[in-house]
T-cell receptor, first 117, second 116 residues
Framework: AQKITQTQPGMFVQEKEAVTLDCTYD???????LFWYKQPSSGEMIFLIY??????QNATEGRYSLNFQKARKSANLVISASQLGDSAMYFC??????????????FGKGTKLSVIP | EPEVTQTPSHQVTQMGQEVILRCVPI?????FYWYRQILGQKVEFLVS????????KSEIFDDQFSVERPDGSNFTLKIRSTKLEDSAMYFC??????????????FGSGTRLTVV
């Protein structure tokens, strides 16, 4: 069974500073994908970044980067140069590719990020 | 940029009533999903749908729930005889491929269902 753990229910960061949101995962599968989504107060789910289990380089998307440590089963999200608009809930999620017909995403409980001016 | 459209954005219904939540997935996507998020909790998988049939469902998706693709564009979630605990945000999502897709889904903006 898959499991995603986000140990930080809430985080504060000063505007323009970098922040790391933690995510660890548990799976026995070799082929999987890791995702981060942002959920602002309006409620929609916004895809941020993806990392495949066989990707050798850490994924980056603009100010977002994923610190992927496969041996430690961690996939932390790093947001550089935080902006007020980054204040939101952030969810880590995993998708298993090696099981038969398992297309669902398994989500963590989320981290609420607050950016302080 | 293509998007997944969900209607209504907010629905209030009385306990015991039936509700239908509607979604228009991205046109060239083949896989469709419903997820649920109870207020303040994590997002939970309900069901996936491919080739006009359910491909996977969770324990949450019991006989009270059903999904349908009535035409070439809409994808609906029906909840029969709603209960107070069905109050949640319901997200529709679609993806171009299933197990071979390298990227996540595209989520809709959600329908906030309130059962009173």
């Amino acid at each position: 069974a898959q499991k995603i753990t986000q140990t930080q229910p809430g985080m504060f960061v000063q505007e323009k500073e970098a922040v790391t949101l933690d995510c660890t995962y548990d799976t026995s599968d070799q082929s999987y994908g890791l995702f981060w989504y942002k959920q602002p107060s309006s409620g929609e789910m916004i895809f941020l970044i993806y990392q495949g289990s066989y990707d050798e380089q850490n994924a980056t998307e603009g100010r977002y980067s994923l610190n992927f440590q496969k041996a430690r089963k961690s996939a932390n999200l790093v947001i550089s140069a935080s902006q007020l608009g980054d204040s939101a809930m952030y969810f880590c999620a995993m998708r298993d590719y090696s099981g038969a017909g398992s297309y669902q995403l398994t989500f963590g409980k989320g981290t609420k990020l607050s950016v302080i001016p | 940029e293509p998007e997944v459209t969900q209607t209504p954005s907010h629905q209030v219904t009385q306990m015991g009533q039936e509700v239908i939540l509607r979604c228009v997935p991205i046109s060239n996507h083949l896989y469709f999903y419903w997820y649920r998020q109870i207020l303040g909790q994590k997002v939970e998988f309900l069901v996936s749908f491919y080739n006009n049939e359910i491909s996977e469902k969770s324990e949450i998706f019991d006989d009270q729930f059903s999904v349908e693709r009535p035409d070439g564009s809409n994808f609906t979630l029906k909840i029969r005889s709603t209960k107070l605990e069905d109050s949640a945000m319901y997200f529709c999502a679609s993806s171009e491929e299933g197990r071979d897709a390298n990227y996540g889904y595209t989520f809709g903006s959600g329908t906030r269902l309130t059962v009173v």
